[in-house]
């Protein structure tokens, strides 16, 4: 079976640095997604990696080590509006294949 | 525009019901997926099209039937459901075969099933 593992649940300061770590064990492997979910609502794209290293965009970076089987989501200057669950997910072949998602992290962001 | 469209936001049903999901995307993504999401789970797969073409269907119940009548369109025929079917519906979409395509998710539908 495919194993995507997260932490259940992170609570940090607003302004500070998190990182949500996650690491997987699947059959296949062509690429990682992170996405953000607000409670009741639906997944945003935050960030794709691919090949190892890490991919900033703004506040939020994502890394990767395929060897390893290992991803963290880095969110910097947290705000309260970062509160959420953050998915990672797994592409496990090419083309039009679908995603496979951990349980996924619930992040509360306290003053 | 990333935009997947889904109607409706929130359907009640009863349990000899007949009803739809409905999605739409105008990206030219031809590849489009079901997730069904319980409350604090992660969305689940249901079914893909691929091409207008459905490839794969993860043993759903046949009380759930998916239909592509376009490029653009994914429906969710809904009949017969049971209370323990109510969910967040998620539709999404996909561009072709392109490596690391990134998937864009509707914004749900919520069913409930009394």
């Known amino acids: 079976g495919q194993n995507i593992d997260q932490p259940t649940e992170m609570t940090a300061t607003e302004g500070a640095i998190v990182q949500i770590n996650c690491t997987y064990q699947?059959?296949?492997?062509?690429?990682l997604f992170w996405y953000q979910q607000h409670a009741g609502e639906a997944p945003t794209f935050l960030s794709y990696?691919?090949?190892?290293g890490l991919e900033e965009k703004g506040r939020f970076s994502s890394f990767l080590s395929r060897s390893k089987g290992y991803s963290y989501l880095l969110l910097k200057e947290l705000q309260m509006k970062d509160s959420a669950s953050y998915l990672c997910?797994?592409?496990?072949?090419?083309?039009?294949?679908?995603?496979?998602f951990g349980k996924g992290t619930r992040l509360s962001v306290i003053a | 525009d990333t935009e997947v469209t889904q109607t409706p936001k929130h359907l009640v049903m009863g349990m000899t019901n007949k009803k739809s999901l409905k999605c739409e995307q105008h990206?030219?993504?031809?590849?489009m997926y079901w997730y069904k999401q319980k409350a604090k789970k992660p969305p689940e797969l249901m079914f893909v099209?691929?091409?207008?073409?459905?490839?794969i269907n993860e043993s759903v119940p046949s009380r759930f039937s998916p239909e592509c009548p376009n490029s653009s369109l994914l429906n969710l025929h809904l009949h017969a459901l049971q209370p323990e079917d109510s969910a967040l519906y998620l539709c999404?979409?996909?561009?072709?075969?392109?490596?690391?395509?990134?998937?864009?998710f509707g914004e749900g539908s919520w069913l409930t099933v009394v």
């Open positions: 999404a979409s996909s561009p072709t075969d392109r490596v690391g395509n990134t998937i864009y």
């Open positions: 699947t059959s296949g492997f062509n690429g």
């Open positions: 990696n691919v090949l190892d």
């Open positions: 997910a797994v592409r496990l072949y090419s083309g039009n294949t679908p995603l496979v």
């Open positions: 990206m030219g993504h031809r590849a």
């Open positions: 099209y691929s091409y207008e073409k459905l490839s």
